[in-house]
T-cell receptor, first 110, second 112 residues
Framework: RKEVEQDPGPFNVPEGATVAFNCTYS??????FFWYRQDCRKEPKLLMS???SGNEDGRFTAQLNRASQYISLLIRDSKLSDSATYLC???????????FGAGTTVTVRA | NAGVTQTPKFQVLKTGQSMTLQCAQD?????MSWYRQDPGMGLRLIHY???????DQGEVPNGYNVSRSTTEDFPLRLLSAAPSQTSVYFC???????????FGPGTRLTVL
């Protein structure tokens, strides 16, 4: 079983819609969680960290569910510029190795 | 600040050739790492370094070597290229492994 699994999508949504997707992780010792954004043929960039109590950054909301071992990302009022692949990243405490999901592709259409 | 730089951007090799992918960062980060990204798969860690003179293997180290003689540079060497090494390679750096990773623009490598 992969350490981090994501629904590859694609999620095709109209502008202004809300889209949400999850990422599951297999190691219960995981401590740090992140969402990265990757545009086509570009390098990944940090979108937001995910905190235990959940957190928002503008139109983006991230949640962590330790009991079910998943994190989620919700995008409100989608913009064309939100079209990208979103990578889920997990890190175990004191582990130098990050685990990346394969990504969820979101396409926002006009 | 240039951040993380990688050269070359594109490279085509023949099977059996060797080459070095360059990576440099100017943020004084101790932690640096190399990943490869293949279609349908997440980034997979090849090698990483927690400081000058210290390197360790990641998930897929076979066929690759690294060294870290300075804080700034972390080159990746392909010893004898194979078609299975066709991929996009990203170098990343961060203050600590659990902190934000800053990625270079990537090297697109094709091995014929």
């Amino acid at each position: 079983r992969k350490e981090v699994e994501q629904d590859p999508g694609p999620f095709n949504v109209p502008e202004g819609a809300t889209v949400a997707f999850n990422c599951t992780y297999s190691n219960s010792a995981s401590q740090s969680f992140f969402w990265y954004r990757q545009d086509c043929r570009k390098e990944p960039k940090l979108l937001m960290s995910v905190y235990s109590s959940g957190n928002e950054d503008g139109r983006f909301t991230a949640q962590l569910n330790r009991a079910s071992q998943y994190i989620s990302l919700l995008i409100r009022d989608s913009k064309l510029s939100d079209s990208a692949t979103y990578l889920c990243v997990v890190n175990r405490y004191n582990d130098y190795k990050l685990s990346f999901g394969a990504g969820t592709t979101v396409t926002v259409r006009a | 600040n240039a951040g993380v730089t990688q050269t070359p951007k594109f490279q085509v090799l023949k099977t059996g050739q060797s080459m070095t992918l360059q990576c440099a960062q100017d943020m004084n980060h101790e932690y640096m790492s190399w990943y490869r990204q293949d279609p349908g798969m997440g980034l997979r860690l090849i090698h990483y370094s927690v400081g000058a003179g210290i390197t360790d293997q990641g998930e897929v180290p076979n066929g690759y070597n690294v060294s870290r003689s300075t804080t700034e540079d972390f080159p990746l060497r392909l010893l004898s290229a194979a078609p299975s090494q066709t991929s996009v390679y990203f170098c990343a750096s961060s203050l600590l492994p659990g902190n934000e990773q800053f990625f270079g623009p990537g090297t697109r490598l094709t091995v014929l």
